[in-house]
């Protein structure tokens, strides 16, 4: 063989190499262009811990997209996710006929997502041992407006208890879990005594009422595992006798009324970007494993595929609008 034509071969043969490594380089390029990007999450502190996990497993997997996850209780979560300033909203409600106005008002349309369910603990400090239960009654008259410097006492609720002030800890006003609980035990959401310590954050909570004999609050059962060692679940009896909250209680619809769903919104003009897709579609496929692994409840399987594919028809809804 020639030089020349040697050289023209070898030529040819770079060429086609250096061709062949920019196609593999762009693809790579692309793919991870495709797969960057941030999501913007906050809200209820009760699903919280379920997002996180969800956010820890698949940001291992798509290390480009930047997700961040804010606890500013699920009104809090609403008001900014109603002002575009988040994709999606974490809330341990439904959302509230006056958020959903703020949010037409703005623009906003989305899609709700059931994710769990949750029980709601009322919890005292371990060092209480008079009290083992309570009626959803006796949980009224300690919390419901009315409470308010007129059922300050232990002995109050009932005689044999002790001449001692009650200090009651719980969520604060913009909680999803405050709006439950007064809905599920005074009947009104919203609608309580303001003489508690109020806290968005739950590690508050749980350090008030362990380290005060006298203390009773109320948060997400789920905290409760977490600080098990600090704390002391009460039962709560609705008329069918005292059941404590557990996985199988709640599961089972026997601890009642303090039980309830959880759930993510998405906004829809998010759900056009293609990191938001992705990330919605891991979170719906791996949020049940995860749940129970934070020590939430999931749902039913076949509920989970009826979110999965209420969340498969909203994404195809609007890559058609793109």
């Not at 704390?231 to 601890?255: C, H, R, W």
């Amino acid at each position: 063989m020639t030089t020349s034509k040697l050289f023209i071969k070898t030529i040819l043969a770079v060429t086609v190499a250096l061709a062949l490594f920019n196609c593999s380089g762009n693809s790579n390029n692309s793919e991870e262009k495709t797969l960057s990007g941030n999501i913007a999450i906050d809200g209820s502190s009760t699903v919280y811990p379920i997002t996180e996990a969800v956010a820890e497993e698949f940001l291992a997997e798509n290390p480009a997209i930047k997700v961040t996850i804010g606890v500013s209780g699920t009104g809090g979560g609403f008001k900014k996710f109603c002002r575009s300033e988040t994709d999606i909203s974490d809330a341990s409600r439904s959302i509230k006929d006056s958020e959903i106005a703020s949010c037409t008002e703005q623009g906003i349309s989305y899609l709700e997502l059931s994710v769990a369910f949750d029980g709601m603990a009322v919890l005292i400090n371990p060092e209480n041992d008079w009290v083992t239960s309570m009626t959803v009654e006796e949980l009224k008259m300690i919390w419901e407006p009315s409470a308010q410097e007129n059922i300050t006492k232990w002995n109050q609720i009932r005689p044999e208890w002790p001449d001692q002030e009650i200090h009651l800890y719980g969520p604060g006003v913009a909680s999803g879990t405050y709006d439950y609980f007064t809905e599920a035990i005074v009947g009104k959401s919203g609608s309580s005594r303001g003489d508690f310590t109020a806290s968005e954050d739950d590690n508050i909570l749980v350090q008030g009422i362990s380290t005060d004999k006298y203390s009773l609050g109320f948060f997400g059962l789920a905290y409760y595992q977490e600080n098990q060692d600090k704390l002391k679940l009460v039962a709560i009896d609705n008329g069918n006798g005292a059941v404590l909250p557990s996985l199988e209680t709640v599961k089972d619809g026997s601890y009642s009324p303090l039980s309830r769903p959880l759930f993510i919104y998405i906004n829809s003009e998010s759900a056009k970007r293609e990191e938001v897709q992705v990330f919605a579609t891991y979170y719906m496929e791996n949020c049940g494993l995860l749940a129970d692994e934070v020590g939430y409840i999931p749902l039913p399987e076949e509920e989970y595929q009826v979110q999965r594919k209420k969340l498969a028809d909203f994404i195809s809804a609007h890559k058609s609008t793109e």
